[in-house]
């Protein structure tokens, strides 16, 4: 593989070591989760999860589940794979700093995109987090309210200003 190429595939468990480099580098420490937490999430929706590789490494990546619209993780809680999804939740993308600037972060999400429109599923949602609500609305995202009281106490859980958000895909 030549320095430059990137390539995206599906997470492997062998991964983790390099996904919770990447979420120390990117994230304050009220966002990081523990591997045995993210293993369990892989486990739970394998081929909802990414990883970029770049220059010889895993660069970035993307964790989400098939969900409904409406429907939240909360930060630190297990993924609830939803039997009849309408929506790809991404719950977390990241991007080690040192590959800030590549668009490695707006690759991952389109090919998730990709994936959704496969599945048949008509939306992607999220929780922007750490000021990222513009990058998310560059994607085509809006803000919205999660459904019910339920789901609003779960974005509560998240620190900071957190906003649930939502994309309809094409198709």
Do not use: N
């Not at 990117?26 to 990414?50: K, M, N, Q, S």
């Not at 459904?147 to 859980?157: D, Y």
């Amino acid at each position: 593989m030549a320095p430059d190429t990137v390539i995206v595939r599906g997470m492997r468990a062998d991964d983790l070591d390099a996904v919770l480099a990447i979420q120390l580098a990117c994230y304050g420490a009220g966002f990081v989760e523990d591997g045995a937490l993210i293993a369990r999430r892989l486990a739970a929706a394998p081929h909802t999860g990414w990883v970029v590789e770049h220059e010889g490494g895993v660069r970035a990546y993307l964790a989400g589940y098939p969900s409904v619209a409406g429907k939240l993780t909360p930060l630190h809680g297990e993924f609830e794979v939803a039997a009849q999804a309408d929506s790809l939740y991404l719950h977390d993308l990241a991007v080690h700093p040192d590959a800030s600037g590549l668009g490695l972060g707006p690759r991952l999400v389109r090919h998730a995109w990709a994936h959704a429109l496969d599945a048949g599923w008509r939306h992607s949602t999220l929780v922007s987090v750490q000021s990222s609500v513009g990058f998310w609305e560059r994607q085509g995202y809006a803000a919205t309210l999660p459904h019910g009281p339920q789901q609003q106490a779960r974005l509560a859980t998240y620190p900071g200003e957190s906003v649930y958000m939502i994309r309809r895909l094409p198709g």
